[in-house]
Structures are given as structure tokens and as C-alpha cells.
């Protein structure tokens, strides 16, 4: 497997645009999550699915945020209107929990500027 | 939510054995301990994770005493290219998947030629 794909990689936009990351999970993990990091508030758990289904989004930072996972292979988180303090890099992660193992493998990342 | 406690940054030379404790003193019955490796412009990456007493895997040592209040994740001879940022979590790994995975401020480990 190639591991967890995100993009873009790399993503400027204007202030007030609509952004939207993408994720591609490890085939067969039932878990993923989103996060968000900042020098100033370093790794922030936005959200995770569990089969699909959103579990926990209480680190959705406001309503402009939002993630969807339609099917078990795709996600995305998207940000409308995106704002200058949004800018960050955003992770997501995919897991397989069997009760023992609980490893979570992470992608590249988006880093996202918003000017 | 047990909250985990750790140095901010750490020194090292090449060669050396570094170890690196977390403090977590509210820690519940089923919380398991996970450290995570990160270098820069990349996500974090899964080292070691273990309940109590000792676990050893290729890459590192995880040292839990009996009152599983504190860890220590031990590297042996460290490299430069162990310089990175290193998370202690801890968390209930069946029950709650996000408190699993909710990560503190991080140890920066320099390592030094």
C-alpha cells in the first residue's frame, strides 16, 4: 500500500476562498483522523471517522470547518470562507484498531497559506 | 483525559543512549502509553507503545514503572538522523480512539556530530 494520500501538498489561497484537502486512507483501516498543526498550538485533533461515521468533531475550531468521509477510501476536510489564521499544516491519519494493534499512520500533510 | 507531561527539548551527541521521560500521573487502568517520532515537514510516525514494565522493538526501549505514573522512551546510540520532535500519548487504545491519539507539546531531540 502507498500509504495515506493527501492533497494537494502544498495550497495558497485568498482570504475568503472555499479550500478543500483531500485524503486517501490505508485500504482496510476503519479509523481516520484529521488534524492540524501550528507552531503556536503544535498537533490538533480536528476530527475522526470510524467507519465512516463521525465520532468526535469537538476540534473543529468553528463552523466555517467541515469533513466529510463518503466512502472508505476518501475524505476531505474543507474551509468555507478560509481566513489568514487557518493557514497550517493539516494531517490525516488512518488506523486499524483490532484491540491490540492501534497504530496510526499519517500522511505528508497539506501545508496550507492563506494570504 | 490523562494529560502527559515532557521535556521541551533535549541535547544529545552522536553515540549516545538518550532517554526521554513523560509524566503522566493521572493515567487510568486501561490507558496504554504510545511514543511517536517526528521529523520535520512530515507526519508523526508510530515508534513504541506498551501497557507496563518493559517493551523493546527495533527502534527503541519503553521503560514503565509499576505506578505507571511516568515513561521513558529510550534510544541506543543515537544519530543525526534521529534529530525530531518525539509525543508521548496516552490513552484508552479499545475504547476511545481520539483520546488515543491526542498529542501534547513534544520532545525536540537535537542531536549534535
Known amino acids: 500500500d502507498a500509504g495515506v494520500i493527501q492533497s494537494p501538498r502544498h495550497e495558497v489561497t485568498e482570504m475568503g476562498q472555499e479550500v478543500t484537502l483531500r485524503c486517501k486512507p490505508i485500504?482496510?483501516?476503519?479509523?481516520l483522523f484529521w488534524y492540524r498543526q501550528t507552531m503556536m498550538r503544535g498537533l490538533e485533533l480536528l476530527i475522526y471517522f470510524n467507519n465512516n461515521v463521525p465520532i468526535d468533531d469537538s476540534g473543529m475550531p468553528e463552523d466555517r470547518f467541515s469533513a466529510k468521509m463518503p466512502n472508505a477510501s476518501f475524505s476531505t476536510l474543507k474551509i468555507q470562507p478560509s481566513e489568514p489564521r487557518d493557514s497550517a499544516v493539516y494531517f490525516c491519519?488512518?488506523?486499524?484498531?483490532?484491540?491490540?494493534?492501534?497504530?496510526?499512520?499519517f500522511g505528508q500533510g497539506t501545508r496550507l497559506t492563506v494570504v | 483525559l490523562a494529560k502527559t507531561t515532557q521535556p521541551i527539548s533535549m541535547d544529545s551527541y552522536e553515540g549516545q543512549e538518550v532517554n526521554i521521560t513523560c509524566s503522566h500521573n493521572n493515567i487510568a487502568t486501561n490507558d496504554y502509553i504510545t511514543w511517536y517520532q517526528q521529523f520535520p515537514s512530515q507526519g508523526p510516525r508510530f515508534i513504541i507503545q506498551g501497557y507496563k514494565t518493559k517493551v523493546t522493538n527495533e527502534v527503541a526501549s519503553l521503560f514503565i514503572p509499576a505506578d505507571r505514573k511516568s515513561s521513558t522512551l529510550s534510544l541506543p546510540r543515537v544519530s543525526l538522523s534521529d534529530t525530531a520532535v518525539y509525543y508521548c500519548?496516552?490513552?484508552?487504545?479499545?475504547?476511545?480512539?481520539?483520546?488515543?491519539?491526542?498529542f501534547g507539546g513534544g520532545t525536540r531531540l537535537m542531536v549534535k556530530p
Open positions: 485500504s482496510g483501516h476503519d479509523y
Open positions: 500519548l496516552v490513552g484508552d487504545k479499545i475504547n476511545n480512539a481520539g483520546n488515543m491519539l491526542t
Open positions: 491519519a488512518s488506523s486499524f484498531r483490532d484491540g491490540q494493534n492501534t497504530e496510526a499512520f
